[in-house]
């Protein structure tokens, strides 16, 4: 399994533990799955890898690669399943560079979406079009994959429908004297810092108004580490300059979702993931409209969920009650089925592994159908536009320890610069520039 940030990393290990798990009655097999990071700017760090909690996979069996690296342990480590949690132009070069390696036996390979798919869907797919296993998370999102794939007129096949792989814990059970409001917090979403100002403000006057009730914005990362997405307003900041402080009964928090669940009583976002584990688990569960239903913010997913509500209503005691046919559709298995989401999944893998030697990958795009798109794509991972490594992008020879002490430094360092960029000096000079 090969990974680009925590949630990925956290979406990607699941997943190959779920695709390798023995079906219900058959003996259990015996399965080593390695861990890969793909080196880049969302490459997480060793706190928010045990963050994400218990994925099944040894710390021995993690490390951190560039591509072609990557390239290379396909070619020489014998892999079954290569499981591509990657962004989608990640996920379209190591198809691209697979190809290009033309192996006798290759793995099959699989990818999906780590949640709710709500913007470039069809760019997305396509980019993760010549997979041999496309996950989709539910019923609904697999429908709308294989419209787009026959649209443009893509093989479809690759398409399969199962579900999150982190959904689990146990059912809400209400606690006596517990009053729990968790706000699941998002890196982009929104993106503003007036936007994230604003739901800050709302949640800390909610708390004011509840003080009865335990207030918990849960964040994904701390300021300066990265996510999936790019967090330029981090709510810490937000919160250290918040006129009046923050009330007692108001807490930042961070830790493995799951664990946070078990002890909400009201789950609150605005498009978050978070919002299936908890429908999932069926906790009581709002989705914001305060700044609009809009594509942009990804709430436009929960039309029609019964879920959709504003901070008034809430402030006033409202509890949305999800749409049963909606819920149905959307792969979060209330209805205890969920046992059975990746049976799919498996049935396909285990007859790609027993077909013989798989063709090399297909993907939509090509040299020759996106001439002016692809190109780009592959070379920011140092593939040529035949899917071969560039001039210099080859794997690095080993290194003795003190120059792999150096060279670990200089990238840590590196890194570390290039988020200080992102977001502290970035926003100043867009600032400055709308004067």
Do not use: C
């Not at 006798?104 to 296993?133: F, I, N, Q, S, W």
């Not at 909610?206 to 914005?217: F, K, Q, S, T």
């Not at 976002?269 to 942009?296: F, K, Q, W």
């Not at 792999?404 to 610069?417: F, I, K, L, Q, W």
Request: charged residues 25%.
């Amino acid at each position: 399994m090969i990974a680009d940030s925590d949630t990925r990393w956290k979406w990607g290990a699941l997943t190959a533990r779920r695709l390798t798990a023995a079906a219900s009655g058959a003996p259990a097999q015996r399965v080593e799955i390695s861990g890969l990071l793909l080196r880049g700017r969302a490459t997480p760090t060793p706190r928010q890898l045990a963050e994400v909690g218990d994925v099944g996979i040894s710390g021995d069996r993690v490390r951190e690669v560039t591509a072609v690296e990557f390239l290379h342990a396909v070619r020489d480590e014998g892999y079954d399943i290569v499981v591509l949690a990657l962004v989608g132009g990640a996920v379209q070069a190591m198809l691209h560079g697979i190809a290009a390696l033309r192996l006798p036996a290759r793995p099959v390979l699989v990818t999906g979406y780590v949640g709710v798919v709500y913007e470039k869907l069809t760019d997305g797919l396509l980019l993760r079009h010549g997979a041999d296993v496309v996950l989709a998370n539910s019923r609904h999102d697999a429908e709308r994959f294989r419209a787009v794939y026959e649209g443009v007129g893509a093989d479809a096949s690759a398409v399969t429908e199962a579900a999150l792989p982190f959904l689990g814990g146990d059912p809400y059970r209400p606690e006596p004297g517990r009053d729990t409001l968790v706000f699941a917090a998002q890196p982009s979403v929104p993106e503003s810092r007036a936007d994230r100002a604003y739901l800050l403000r709302r949640l800390v006057e909610h708390a004011r108004l509840h003080p009865g009730r335990e207030v918990l914005l849960k964040l994904r990362s701390k300021p300066g580490e990265h996510t999936t997405h790019i967090e330029e307003h981090p709510y810490q900041r937000l919160a250290e300059r918040l006129p009046g402080g923050l009330p007692p009964n108001f807490r930042l928090v961070y830790g493995h979702m799951g664990e946070v669940l078990d002890r909400t009583d009201l789950l609150v976002t605005v498009s978050s993931t978070a919002a299936l584990e908890s429908l999932h688990r069926r906790i009581p569960t709002a989705v914001l409209t305060d700044l609009g239903v809009r594509e942009a913010l990804g709430n436009h997913h929960f039309t029609g969920s019964g879920l959709l509500t504003s901070f008034d209503h809430l402030d006033a005691g409202a509890r949305p009650r999800p749409d049963p046919v909606w819920l149905a559709g959307q792969g979060v298995a209330a209805d205890g089925g969920y046992a059975t989401a990746y049976d799919a999944a498996r049935a396909r893998v285990t007859a790609l592994l027993t077909a013989g030697r798989l063709p090399d990958p297909a993907p939509y795009s090509t040299p020759a159908t996106a001439p002016g798109y692809l190109p780009g794509i592959l070379a920011r991972h140092h593939l040529g536009p035949d899917g071969h490594p560039l001039p210099g992008a080859t794997a690095p020879r080993e290194a003795g320890r003190v120059r792999t002490a150096v060279r670990e430094a200089v990238r840590d360092a590196a890194r570390g610069a290039y988020r200080h960029g992102v977001q502290r000096v970035a926003p100043v000079v867009r600032r400055m520039g709308e004067l």
